[in-house]
């Protein structure tokens, strides 16, 4: 490779280079989504100058990190920009507004221009000490997708955690394909699997279980999440809530069928209470005391297809908004800073 000009990543098609010094030729590309993070940007930025100085001693391998301004309504992105690019490319995107994270980890992803890309938030919940290993379980173990788990869900309230267990189990559920239960964002693509995940056309994003469904050699590393260092987590319940529905209805059709199911149900009591009361008139000629069955029978009725009507919307609304096909993000600004001179990537 020439000095200083980066690698462009090679997109999918390319097999898979079988030996570490060829995979570690492709390059890391580490994308950071920033809302609102002034406060430790810099140190963090610190720390990753630190961790692409050891991936480059110990394999040769170019970092760049991107880190994407989600609209943050503080000097997040005057800091970004600023950031020196101290032995590895520094590139900038600032979308237009705030789009969420979800939309700041596809622009990440499509403007990564090295070939493996790892997730990783910018709050300092997710260790950079951390990523040499990933790379590692990359470069010389060959998996294409590592992703992070939490070890242990004690410091979450026992609502938040049932609340976990009710989605991971309703999301799994008649499914082909499991997504992991506690796996977080932070995890290290290979430049096949970030080349697939590029390819997956819905606006409608859920990455973590993208990043699972596209398969290839996939490894789970529980670890413990630091504590954020800076801010607030953007997440309240309302937040967490919306992200589950989204991502229920993204991957399953498990509330359809639930809904088919308690239909087939109710129907098949109503069926039999008729017929119990035929025979009740019939045979036993006894009066049938109707009002209170009735109003009963009409109310769980009108209930359950309320709900079912409401699921079914939440579907029309997923297809109305993926037929509109509008792009995801805008980007506002875009900058990319090379390795400096005098410490080249490679
Ligand atoms: N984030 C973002 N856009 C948003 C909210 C959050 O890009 O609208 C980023 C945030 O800067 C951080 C990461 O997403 O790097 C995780 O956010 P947060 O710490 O609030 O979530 P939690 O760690 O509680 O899941
Ligand atoms: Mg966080």
Redesign the pocket.
């Known amino acids: 490779m020439t000095s200083g000009e980066p690698a462009l990543r090679q997109d999918a098609g390319a097999g898979t280079p079988d030996t570490p010094a060829r995979r570690a030729a492709a390059g890391l590309s580490i994308v ?6 002034a406060g430790g940007l810099e140190a963090l930025h610190g720390r990753i100058v630190g961790v692409a100085r050891t991936l480059r001693e110990r394999w040769g391998l170019a970092c760049e990190v991107v880190y ?5 309504r503080d000097r ?1 992105l005057e800091i970004a920009t600023r950031l020196p690019a101290d032995g590895l490319d520094v590139q900038v995107i600032a979308l237009s507004r ?4 979800e ?3 596809l622009a990440g992803l499509e403007h990564a221009r090295r070939g493996a890309v790892l997730f ?4 300092g ?1 997710h260790p950079p000490s951390m990523v040499e290993r990933l790379a590692g379980h990359w470069i010389e173990d060959g998996y294409d997708v590592v992703f992070t788990a939490k070890a242990h869900r004690k410091s979450e309230s026992f609502l938040r955690r049932l609340f976990g267990r009710t989605f991971y189990t309703l999301i799994n559920w008649g499914s082909r394909h499991k997504i992991p239960e506690d796996a ?2 932070f995890r290290l693509l290979s430049p096949r699997a970030a080349a697939a995940l590029r390819q997956l056309p819905e606006r409608n994003r859920f990455f973590k279980g993208l990043a699972s469904w596209i398969g290839f050699r996939q490894l789970r590393i529980d670890y413990e ?1 630091a504590a ?1 260092e800076h ?5 309240n319940f309302g937040a967490l809530l919306g992200l589950s529905i989204e991502g229920l209805t993204a991957f399953s059709v498990a509330p359809l069928r639930i809904a088919s199911l308690l239909g087939l149900l109710l129907a098949a009591t109503a069926l039999f209470f008729g017929i119990y009361i035929l025979i009740e008139v019939l045979v036993f000629g006894t009066d049938v005391p109707g009002y209170p069955s009735l109003v009963v029978g009409l109310m769980v009725l009108g209930g359950v297809q309320l709900v079912m009507i409401g699921v079914m919307g939440e579907y029309i609304a997923k297809i109305l908004s993926e037929t509109k096909g509008r792009p995801v993000y805008f980007v506002a600004e875009h900058s990319v800073k090379r390795a400096d001179a005098a410490a080249p990537p490679r």
């Open positions: 950071m989504p920033v809302y609102n993070e994407v301004d989600d609209g943050s997040s705030n789009f969420g994270k939309a700041a980890l990783m938030d910018s709050d919940q977080g964002d999440p954020r801010g607030t987590s953007s997440w």
